[in-house]
């Protein structure tokens, strides 16, 4: 069992930063591939990031990529999101997951979820 939470969620102005933490506890993750999403409301929850335990492969949309930058902390088990030049479009919920990476095609299989943290972008 591992538990995950988040933290660092809040309201910015477009165009400003926030850096999401995923923290662990429980059964460590480190062999893990982590992965945060995001879902607005009436939409799908989407993958926004994700990186593989071996080799920190990193993996972005289109919609992010350039903006967001994943990374993970092994010996503290965590791992963050920083999110650059905010949109509107980013304000959603955010998760942190575990599971696994599928690169053909991109996608990610998430074993546990955190509860998630809101971020509200601005225009």
């Known amino acids: 069992q591992v538990q995950l939470v988040e933290s660092g969620g809040g309201l910015v102005q477009a165009g400003g930063s926030l850096r999401l933490s995923c923290a662990a506890s429980g059964r460590t993750f480190s062999s893990y591939d982590m992965g945060w999403f995001r879902q607005a409301p009436g939409k799908e929850r989407e993958l926004v990031g994700a990186i593989t335990w071996r080799g920190g492969i990193t993996y972005y949309p289109d919609s992010v990529k350039g903006r967001f930058t994943i990374t993970r902390d092994l010996a503290k088990n965590t791992v963050d999101l920083q999110m650059n030049s905010l949109k509107p479009e980013d304000t959603a919920v955010y998760y942190c997951?575990?599971?696994?990476?599928?690169?053909?095609?991109?996608?990610?299989?998430?074993?546990?979820w955190g509860k998630g943290t809101l971020v509200t972008v601005s225009s």
């Open positions: 997951a575990t599971g696994g990476m599928v690169r053909v095609p991109p996608t990610f299989r998430v074993d546990y």
